[in-house]
């Protein structure tokens, strides 16, 4: 049996998406994609996995070698989710007992994730609050007032999560240099 659900976590958050799925396991779900929003399941008997969540933005020859080194370290990679110039890349390990699997045993290494993350988020927020005025200045002259409002609050929401992300990425990184 299959499942899909809808579940919206912020890049990040992405820690809570691992707990998610870890959770979801543990009921008998097993991850196996993300797509269009939607985290999808295969019915399976309950187990303790650990997820976690790279974000791969290298260049494509180099992709192997990428998996090749979670491999060494037994993850297994479950599913990729491409964004921007880069992928997602979810994986997956038998959880031991009390052991915490993890793929970042510095914190040089995870600070350098959320840097990239805030990086490359904050670009797509800047894209956004220019496409504010642009799509304003285009339709309001027209008289579609009905297409500028919800535009508007789309884009206001938008911007309003893209700040929210900036300042807990930065929070994070500022905790993490301590």
Request: glycine content about 4%.
């Amino acid at each position: 049996m299959k499942k899909s659900v809808y579940k919206f976590i912020t890049v990040d958050n992405y820690e809570k998406e691992e707990v998610f799925l870890k959770e979801m396991a543990l009921k008998g779900w097993q991850f196996t994609e993300y797509k269009g929003l939607k985290y999808h399941f295969e019915q399976s008997e309950p187990a303790n996995i650990d997820y976690r969540i790279d974000y791969f933005d290298g260049k494509k020859d180099e992709k192997d070698d990428y998996i090749q080194l979670f491999e060494d370290s037994g993850w297994t990679l479950v599913s990729t989710y491409t964004i921007f110039d880069g992928e997602w890349c979810y994986f997956k390990k038998a959880a031991q007992d009390k052991e915490v699997n993890e793929i970042f045993t510095d914190n040089e290494s995870k600070i350098a994730l959320f840097e990239k993350i805030r990086y490359r988020w904050t670009l797509y927020g800047f894209m956004l609050m220019f496409l504010i005025p642009f799509s304003l200045s285009t339709t309001l002259p027209r008289g579609i007032l009905f297409i500028s409002i919800p535009m508007v609050i789309l884009f206001s929401v938008a911007i309003i999560l893209y700040v929210k992300l900036w300042l807990n990425l930065s929070m994070k990184i500022k905790r993490m240099k301590r």
